[in-house]
């Protein structure tokens, strides 16, 4: 026969952040110190995102690796390219992203 459980134990439930919180005391402090819903969708999201290189349009360096949203397509912006600092030449120059 199964223990009861009575409502002062603690019940841990995974963050989704590879660590584990009190449900119990969320439920007594009003759940301001836990995970709103919004922050778990944003855990699972992380699945439509992927990794590319923003490489120097004057060195040819890869010298940055940023992820970018996979579902909407690229923003104009990043499609334009975006000013970085190139450790070779020692100053900002425009760096486009590229897939390998």
């Keep these: 026969m199964a223990a009861q459980r009575s409502s002062t134990d603690?019940?841990?439930?995974?963050?989704?952040?590879g660590g584990w919180f009190d449900a119990g005391l969320c439920r007594s402090r009003?759940?301001?110190s836990c995970l709103s819903g919004s922050?778990?969708?944003?855990?699972?999201?992380?699945m439509n995102r992927e990794y590319v290189w923003l490489q120097c349009t004057e060195?040819?360096?890869?010298?940055?690796?940023t992820q970018v949203n996979v579902k909407g397509g690229l923003p104009?912006?990043?499609?334009?390219g975006?000013?970085?600092?190139?450790p070779r030449l020692?100053?900002?120059?425009?760096?486009?992203?590229?897939?390998k």
């Design 10 to 17: 603690p019940v841990f439930l995974d963050d989704g952040r």
């Design 82 to 86: 975006l000013k970085k600092y190139s």
């Design 30 to 32: 009003g759940g301001a």
């Design 76 to 80: 104009e912006k990043l499609k334009a």
């Design 90 to 99: 020692r100053k900002h120059t425009l760096h486009k992203i590229k897939r």
């Design 39 to 46: 922050e778990m969708v944003v855990a699972k999201g992380k």
């Design 59 to 65: 060195t040819g360096d890869l010298n940055y690796r």
